[in-house]
């Protein structure tokens, strides 16, 4: 076998620098600690590696449990082609979750510290606990396609055996991190901007992780049907882009409820840049709402993935209002970013969408329909048999 | 019984003894320049402030109810029974939601630092537990600054109120802030005009997030039945579907 030299196009001349600038900035943190990597203060103590890094890496993962709570609790065997993908996305989501972390540690070394150091009182403590826990179960849930790849079956017939719990436990883990997210702010009400501050952030947290967890998958399979020249499961995502609209419009109609509860709505007339992003947040969100009741607009693939963007960008920007803009007010400070913490946010996506790749292209992830269908029939009578025995 | 500190600025000169004495008791190095800092941070844990011609004094207000203490994921932050709010750097892993939960925004962090360590005053724990003085309690050459039993120090800050109503703003900071601190003040004109936080919330913030947190195993069991009835729901439907030979839905592109 010869070494062939990668082809240098322009998207792996961008792949380069941001992964330059993201080691240099690496580099930084590593020798001058939080202080000489971030802009970071003590009235400031988060910024967007864990407004970003984390809250936002923890939502665009949504898919995994959205998809799997789908396919396999609802048995909607619609949705299954992009199971697969949605795993995938939440399994690595997690671990560049756990990377985020790492850098915004002060003491990254005591990252295992909340599962033997307990405080149940603590969302953090949850939280970690959830998302250590998640972390594996996605694991397993991945596994299979590694397997599948090796055609190694009698693993899998064991985590087959443990599928329907293991699943119900992620869907469960998954309720209770993607809400704590929000529940993080509910100690902070002097501090946040009253446009974002309810004590029901934890339900909003976790049906916009719903309807993110949507959107980033049809986002995926947009982009992978182009990166694999692969056939759009046009068919499901316009399905997928209904069930969406119908969660943006509980979404958006919870807020409005909930802010006219607080009478909240004269801040509005403030001109202040809180206003200005609050517009920003529920335009990205009303926007492909309104869109994607139209079956002319969820029918066409630009159009359904352009909503698709703009409710993923709505949530990136949910979150980032909650865990930086919406506290500088509040906490008397004005935060912009470093360039470290940018370059760094932005080698972890990077990472991310190589890795997605890398594996997508190696691995049965998108063209599991094929293997199943072709090798599984033994397993699906092995599976009804079982059940039958279970239901009695 | 459960120590406190009473602040109160009519008294405070400004002389900043405090600082001194503090500096020393946490072996931080104390000089001209670092005393010009009218801000506390992670090399300086109480800070005088100048407004105007009055004095303030910044301390962590060691709460009764500590937001920092309850969100702690390692519980490294306690309360202490005897009142102090105390830190184990050593179990500490640098998450700083501490510093995000504190609505008095008093703890600092060690920025700089490669192993950084979360910073604040701990009422001088190790003092008061062998029953001596707060360090700065003991420098304060004018009275300033009292250390005593909670109680007692309402009770005196209430009185010199009301021996002096003209001379006092006729509330103490403290009492009921953030559900009750350890470190009370008393000052000339409204509390804000002095530097200190007069939006904090009047109940104890802990309970913000217990609120929620307190569901976890109800969500977690009644999820649990919610969600295998369905499965058991659906999947049955499957089965009957499959048994009536209606197979092959849509699994053809």
Redo the contacts between chains.
Sequence with gaps: MKVKLPKITVWRVIFAILMAAGLYATWLR???????STN????F??GIWIAFDVMCGVALAAGGFTLV?MV????I??YKPVLRPAILTAFLGYLLVVVGLIY?????D??W??LV????????????WCVTLYTTVLSLEFLPIVLEKFGLHKPMEWIHKIS?PLM?LG??LS??HQ??LG??F??????LYPLWYT?IL?LLFYVSAIAVGLAMTIFESWHSSRAFGR?L?LELLTSMGRVLAVILSVYLWIRFLDMSHRHVFDLLKQNRIETWLFGLEIALLATPMALLYQSRIRRRPGALYACAVMAVFGVITNRLNVGTTG?EAG??VHYIPKWSEVAVTLMIIALGFAIFRFVAGRFPVFEA?EHE?AGSHQQEVEQ?EE??IV?G | MSRAILYDSTLCIGCKACETACASRWGLPYDDKIAAEER???HKLTAIETHGDKFSRRLCMNCAQP?CA???????IRKTTLGPVVYDAA???????C???C?F?V???????????MRKCDMCYERQSHGQLTACAEACPVGATRNGDRDDLVREAQKRIADNPSGYYPKIYGISEAGGTSVLYLSAVPFEQIGL?T???QAA??E??????EL?PD??ST??VL??G???I??????VA?AEGKTG???H?
């Design positions: 590593i020798f001058y600690g939080l202080g000489g970071l203060s003590d009235k103590p988060w709570a396999h609790i609802f048995n065997e619609k915004d540690l002060g003491r990254p005591r990252l510290h909340p150091m307990w405080n149940p009182h603590s969302v953090m403590f949850e939280v970690a329907v119900i869907v469960l309720t209770l809400s704590s529940t993080l509910l100690i902070v009400p002097s501090k004590p934890p056939a499961e506290l906490s008397g329909q269908v009804a059940v039958r239901v | 506390i941070s992670a937001a309850s969100v702690c994921p390692v519980g490294a179990k500490c892993m640098g998450c700083r939601y510093m995000q939960a609505p925004q703890p600092s962090y060690e920025w700089s630092s490669r192993l950084p360590r936080r939006n904090v919330p913030l802990p913000t997030t217990w609120r929620v947190l976890v969500i977690v999820g649990t969600l295998g369905i499965w058991w659906t999947n049955r439907r499957a089965e499959k839905k849509g699994r592109k």
